[in-house]
């Protein structure tokens, strides 16, 4: 049963992990800028190239990650302090873009106090978030280190 989780997992986690990955990767850096010129076929080429060469890091990120990671509670506890950047950081950036941009509509000239408000709540939203996230991470980094069990300590 353990195994057909996991087969079945696994898959549905990499996709749209993959997908994202593949499309930060042409809009961040224009990979497909030359290749569109070419035909069709070329493009496909370079397309399924660079989903394979995700594939292959994502299953090499997760091989090592169990083979040197102690146990799934430090996996958790990571997982847990980002928790803040999407309950807290997101939002507030959000909302200090919006602010900023109706900030930037009025030139600067007749400023609400609201908008000021707006501004200043979206910039300690994010604040906040970045602090409960790096206290987060740095609480799981720190149990990491003192674990001595799992496949590294055997080496």
């Known amino acids: 049963?353990?195994?057909?989780?996991?087969?079945?997992?696994?898959?549905?986690?990499?996709?749209?992990?993959?997908?994202?990955?593949?499309?930060?990767?042409?809009?961040?850096?224009?990979?497909?800028?030359?290749?569109?010129?070419?035909?069709?076929?070329?493009?496909?080429?370079?397309?399924?190239?660079?989903?394979?060469?995700?594939?292959?890091?994502?299953?090499?990120?997760?091989?090592l990650v169990g083979l040197f990671v102690p146990t799934l509670g430090t996996i958790t506890d990571f997982a847990g302090s980002l928790a803040a950047v999407f309950l807290l950081v997101t939002p507030g950036l959000m909302l200090f873009m919006t602010a900023m941009r109706d900030l930037d509509a009025h030139k600067w000239e007749?400023?609400?106090?609201?908008?000021?408000?707006?501004?200043?709540?979206?910039?300690?939203?994010?604040?906040?978030?970045?602090?409960?996230?790096a206290q987060g991470l740095t609480t799981a980094a720190l149990a990491t280190s003192d674990t001595t069990t799992g496949f590294c300590s055997k080496l």
Request: charged fraction near 15%; hydrophobic fraction near 55%.
């Open 110 to 133: 007749r400023v609400a106090p609201s908008e000021l408000l707006l501004v200043l709540l979206g910039g300690s939203l994010v604040a906040l978030g970045g602090f409960i996230c």
């Open 1 to 63: 049963m353990i195994l057909l989780a996991v087969t079945m997992s696994y898959p549905i986690v990499l996709f749209p992990t993959r997908n994202a990955a593949d499309d930060a990767l042409v809009q961040g850096w224009a990979v497909a800028s030359t290749a569109l010129r070419c035909d069709g076929g070329a493009v496909l080429l370079e397309r399924r190239k660079r989903l394979t060469a995700e594939t292959v890091a994502w299953v090499a990120t997760t091989i």
